[in-house]
């Protein structure tokens, strides 16, 4: 969150429940956002462990992946829930589409999303993260009757549904649904003031450590380029950037201010300390860029590439790529090359060395952890103790995960591309009703190896739903096994042991059969057959 704030202080660790408000004190933006975080998190927790890790409440029926008549793919609208996390694919009240599908080409948190066009088998997931909105993303937040300033920024919730190759083709019972395959982001950044160095003779003053600078500040340190190609190889060392000020000195662009090197602003800043200078490292960037999850293009501000009279200023980079996009806007980096490192595309190469940003702030990163662009971290610097906060582990700095950016993913469905078409779809969502429609359901029947099966499961429909548990050994069934009308049922075994064993019955037929039904599960047993056509069929 590239905002205008003092520190971030909510550490789920501390258990803390609330934020207490004293008279006669300072307000300060840490603790509201603190209380604010405090909520969020034991909101998101509590719906996490009653829905599970994803899961869509059956009435709204949300984020059903399917194939519309011309081929493509769409979704439905609705809402799911992911790590405790609520996104909503919302109704158009006005639309006289009764199925308002959203095609995966036109979301709105995604937007200009190009499916893969290669045949085979996809896993489709939502991607869900939140991103940190201003003034300049949403003009709305400011009060324009203040005359200028903004006053409060605002957290979104994206929900991106993508798709992930899974690397070959076939009918889509050969796969099963399965997680997302992030990634796994193990980076990790130390912090400290510098160490006072050690005079080599008494006579030699030493060089003073700790934090020289005069001002209190929010550094940040953010990942700008990971260092991987298209195909996950780390084929160069991956960059960063940092800021003074949090990455809050951000400058809007003007309708159409892109030309080349030569950016037009809507306005240099509200006054002489956060603006830009000739010299100063600045990203270009807009919403498309950000929403797909990459990085701005940074240029160095040319000698005389400041006119405060027409709003222009001259980069050292042609920034044209980004002429289309919207909300665009130019965010002022305060890193320079040194005389041991140079710069990369405009950005530092991580160190596994200690590195001084400036006034005695060092971080050290490690190089052979693995980042994504976006990573980043807050480092508080205080002038009245001369030092920085930053987590101690053995009387020496410890090494932290990033603060951000956090994502987490839901699978949805399997979906299959043959010819130019997207042709088949298995959905691999969790429903869930509402705890008022749960049946008690408490009725178990256990079944041994020659016992009836469909008998119990008649009896356990009868009651109103339960479970059916299959002793260890071999169940034979000849003809179909009927899940009628039923509710809340569990059809489980008591692992590999338990073999339910498919015959056709004397009409030709067999396998599970499940009709009219809500909330079955079958579990934790090995389905066999050779000669059933399939062995669960829902109806």
Not at 192 to 201: K, L
Request: proline share 5%.
């Amino acid at each position: 969150m590239k905002g205008d704030f003092t520190r971030f202080l909510y550490n789920p660790l501390r258990h803390y429940s609330r934020v207490l408000k004293q008279q006669g004190r300072v307000d300060l933006d840490a603790d509201w956002n603190e209380a604010v975080e405090i909520f969020t998190q034991l909101e998101r927790s509590e719906a996490r462990d009653v829905i599970g890790r994803s899961g869509v409440p059956e009435e709204s029926n949300g984020y059903r992946v399917q194939v519309t008549p011309g081929g493509e793919l769409a979704v439905s609208r609705g809402r799911i829930y992911v790590e405790g996390i609520q996104c909503s694919n919302e109704l158009d009240p006005d639309s006289a589409d009764p199925d308002q599908l959203l095609l995966l080409t036109e979301q709105e948190d995604l937007p200009g999303y190009t499916p893969p066009a290669a045949e085979g088998v996809y896993l489709a997931y939502v991607d869900v993260w939140e991103r940190h909105v201003t003034y300049i993303e949403d003009p709305e937040i400011r009060e324009v009757a203040l005359g200028g300033p903004d006053t409060t920024t605002r957290t979104r919730t994206l929900c991106q549904i993508r798709l992930a190759p899974l690397g070959a083709d076939g009918p889509l019972t050969d796969f099963e649904c399965q997680p997302y395959p992030a990634l796994p982001n193990t980076g990790r950044l130390a912090a400290r003031a510098a160490v006072e160095d050690e005079p080599e003779t008494p006579c030699v003053v030493p060089a003073g450590g700790g934090y020289r600078g005069l001002e209190n500040r929010l550094y940040r340190v953010e990942i700008h380029d990971h260092g991987r190609d298209e195909d996950g190889n780390q084929v160069r060392t991956p960059t960063f950037k940092w800021s003074r000020d949090n990455g809050s000195v951000v400058l809007p662009v003007a309708e159409g201010g892109i030309d080349g090197d030569e950016v037009t602003l809507r306005s240099f800043g509200p006054d002489d300390v956060l603006t830009v200078r000739v010299g100063d490292w600045v990203e270009l960037l807009g919403d498309e860029t950000e929403l797909h999850g990459n990085h701005g293009t940074l240029g160095r501000i040319e000698p005389n590439g400041i006119d405060r009279a027409d709003r222009e200023i001259t980069l050292s980079e042609d920034v044209s790529a980004h002429s289309g996009e919207t909300h665009l806007k130019l965010r002022r980096w305060d890193h320079q090359a040194t005389d041991d490192v140079a710069l990369q595309d405009g950005a530092l190469p991580i160190q596994s060395d200690w590195f001084e940003l400036e006034d005695g702030v060092e971080v050290r990163f490690d190089t052979a952890a693995t980042y994504h662009v976006g990573d980043y971290w807050v480092i508080p610097a205080r002038t009245r103790e001369g030092d920085v906060h930053w987590p101690q582990q053995g009387g020496s700095a410890a090494e932290r995960r990033r603060l951000g950016i956090q994502h987490h993913y839901a699978t949805l469905a399997l979906v299959r591309r043959f010819g130019n078409a997207w042709t088949e779809v298995e959905d691999c969502r969790n429903l869930f009703p509402p705890l008022t429609e749960v049946d008690d359901g408490g009725c178990c029947v256990r079944v041994m190896p020659g016992e009836d099966i469909q008998q119990a499961i008649d009896s356990v429909i009868g009651a109103g739903g339960g479970c059916i548990s299959l002793c260890q050994g071999v169940h034979e069934v000849a003809g179909p096994l009927w899940i009628r009308n039923g509710r809340n049922l569990t059809l489980a075994g008591q692992g590999a042991g338990s073999i339910l064993r498919l015959r056709n019955g004397e009409a030709g037929s067999g396998g599970v059969i499940v009709e009219n039904s809500q909330r079955i599960g079958i579990d934790a047993m090995m389905l066999v057959s050779s000669e059933v056509r399939s062995l669960i069929t829902v109806r």
